[in-house]
């Protein structure tokens, strides 16, 4: 038989693991095809170049990212090509079967549940003359009118008699994220994950893994993204992962890992102060701080020790941390959100991520959602519109909110700004927020997407009609951030307090021997016209180093500094700025 497996991912730089574990399940009793698109490309396209592949079945990977634009191609290829035989499958399908084959008659088979051994035994099946489906777990199946059901498959005791995708080195994946897992299931119970339907951990053998990634850095892939849902639960063998990949220091690459705080202690935060700069990324879910909303969806953790760990973490300065909170949970109103939001905030992650629920199939808060008066619209993404708890126009409040959280906070674009702003001039982050998204809609500003440039404009524009008590530090501090986060000294806004940059030699400066030798040591022997393209020296009219080293505390008397920024290729730390206010001054 001809079989292709597909899916559309979300981006282009994305890779599919599903479809590559199928593939290589069955490779001793067929050659299976893969093909990848994007939900960016046209359900017409993707149809045709399915189409023009001439294949006789046609398996596609679905989510509540891509299962409409899927049906839509299935569609289309079953009109033009009656015969084809179409199956679907993924968490989408896998709890609603008989809905969805009687809602698309287009759809002839589902894979339900773990894939791997129902596909090889359909593959097994197919190529027999007489297709008996009826023994096949985890399949549903069309015979004549009737929809069956087959069984539900055990789950997979022993992962490794799964081949590995990666197990050679190939060029496909260059540059793009590849999906990862080192384990399946997850040791805890949160109710609106669909991990909590399947308790127990399962891991790969730990020398696989490391076979894996060795093939995977040497493969030069952009990022290993671990999909696996706790990656910490077993201390001894996440350790190992990661001494591992320290010891192969791998360049231009980093690993995310989904982790959770409160399994992290003093030995492995030790451990992880070690760490090359940008080579993991952790992703921390709080969900909420709110404890009654964490008693009602299940979820295990201690925010004090939580915050104690990404505290201790961030002073590392060499692992970005993601950290996640889901608006409309139970009991999580308007007001408990908001603290919630000011307590992550507070821990200073390099990017807060706000989510709203999703009541997935399968989730055990889809199966309450009439207990909390959950309306959503039956359909992907089955986002929550409001409940008991909170109103769809406070959703909407918290929608504007998280697209400035994106835009102002997560890129660490304007950190020291907004840090000054919040912490002079409003009585919390959430309230910042707030008003600064008061000011965004009253202005139109969300009717349009903006260049980093505009965002600056804007921001400034804000700064003008508040008149802060003190907005010629704002203004400095706005051009300073400006100026760390771009190479270029020409601002997209102007102030009547600015300095001019080069009321100086900056060539003579850079010429000095203490600068060369405080400041700049790596540059000593290259000729200072090269020396000028990776650094910038600008005039400050007040001090804005010492603001930011007073923990944005407000002083008076501040004078002007002339201040050197030093870019560098850091994923975290990208930019080093140093007061040499003498140095100027004496050139």
């Not at 953790?301 to 996640?324: A, C, Y």
């Not at 994106?406 to 660490?412: L, P, Q, R």
């Not at 002083?555 to 007061?579: M, R």
Request: aromatic share 14%; with cysteine; net charge negative.
């Amino acid at each position: 038989m001809k079989t292709l497996l597909t899916t559309l991912n979300s981006k282009y730089i994305h890779s599919n693991l599903a479809i590559r574990y199928l593939q290589r399940f069955v490779e001793d009793i067929e050659d299976v095809d893969i093909i990848e698109f994007t939900i960016n490309q046209s359900t017409d396209f993707i149809a045709s170049e399915i189409y023009k592949l001439e294949k006789e079945i046609i398996g596609f990977s679905v989510y509540i990212w891509n299962i409409r634009e899927t049906l839509r191609v299935c569609e289309i290829l079953k009109i033009v090509k009656p015969e084809i035989k179409i199956f679907l499958g993924g968490p989408e399908v896998s709890y609603d079967m008989k809905e969805v084959m009687e809602k698309y008659d287009y759809i002839d088979f589902l894979i339900y549940g773990e894939g791997e051994e129902t596909f090889r035994e359909f593959v097994e099946i197919n190529q027999n003359e007489v297709k008996d489906y009826k023994g096949i777990e985890g399949l549903v199946y069309r015979d004549g009118r009737e929809i069956v059901i087959n069984s539900p498959r055990p789950l997979i005791n022993d992962l490794d008699k799964i081949p590995s995708p990666y197990e050679k080195t190939t060029d496909e994946f260059k540059n793009k994220i590849v999906y990862y897992e080192s384990s399946r299931g997850c040791p805890f119970g949160c109710k609106f994950c669909l991990s909590s339907t399947i308790r127990g951990v399962r891991y790969f053998d730990i020398e696989r893994v490391k076979r894996d990634l060795k093939n995977l850095i040497e493969m030069k892939v952009k990022q290993v993204k671990f999909v696996d849902r706790t990656f910490n639960a077993n201390k001894k063998y996440s350790r190992e992962i990661m001494e591992f990949l320290i010891k192969e220091d791998p360049k231009e690459i980093n690993f995310h890992f989904e982790v959770t705080a409160h399994l992290i202690d003093d030995e492995t935060l030790n451990f992880l102060k070690t760490v090359k700069e940008g080579l993991f990324q952790f992703e921390i879910g709080v969900q909420s701080t709110n404890k009654k909303t964490i008693e009602a969806i299940g979820r295990t953790t201690d925010f004090e020790v939580l915050g104690r760990v990404t505290k201790k973490i961030n002073s590392f300065n060499n692992i970005h941390q993601h950290l996640d909170l889901i608006a409309g949970l139970p009991y999580e109103d308007y007001g408990s959100f908001k603290r919630s939001f000011n307590d992550v905030y507070d821990l200073k992650p390099e990017k807060l991520q706000l989510g709203f629920l999703k009541l997935l199939k399968g989730s055990e808060l889809r199966l309450s959602e009439k207990l909390y008066g959950y309306k959503y619209i039956d359909e992907p993404t089955y986002e929550v519109l409001e409940n008991d708890f909170i109103s769809y126009s406070d959703i909407l409040k918290l929608k504007a909110i998280e697209d400035l959280v994106e835009k102002y906070y997560n890129e660490g674009n304007f950190k020291n700004t907004l840090e000054f702003l919040i912490s002079n001039y409003y009585s919390s982050p959430f309230e910042f927020y707030e008003m600064f998204s008061k000011f965004w809609t009253e202005n139109n500003y969300h009717i349009l997407s903006h260049s980093k440039n505009k965002l600056y404009k804007i921001l400034f524009n804000f700064i003008n009609e508040n008149r802060f008590k003190d907005n010629t530090i704002v203004y400095n501090l706005l051009k300073y951030d400006y100026i760390f986060n771009n190479k270029n000294t020409k601002l997209p806004f102007k102030f009547e307090d600015e300095k001019n940059n080069y009321d100086f030699n900056i060539h003579e400066v850079l010429k000095d021997d203490i600068l060369l030798n405080t400041f700049l040591e790596r540059y000593k022997d290259i000729p200072t016209k090269k020396v000028i393209n990776q650094v910038n020296i600008v005039t400050f009219s007040i001090d804005v180093l010492k603001i930011i080293s007073n923990d944005f505390k407000l002083i008076e008397n501040l004078k002007e500094v002339h201040i050197l920024f030093d870019y560098k290729d850091g994923s975290i730390v990208q930019c080093k700025t140093y007061d040499i206010t003498n140095i100027v001054r004496r050139n």
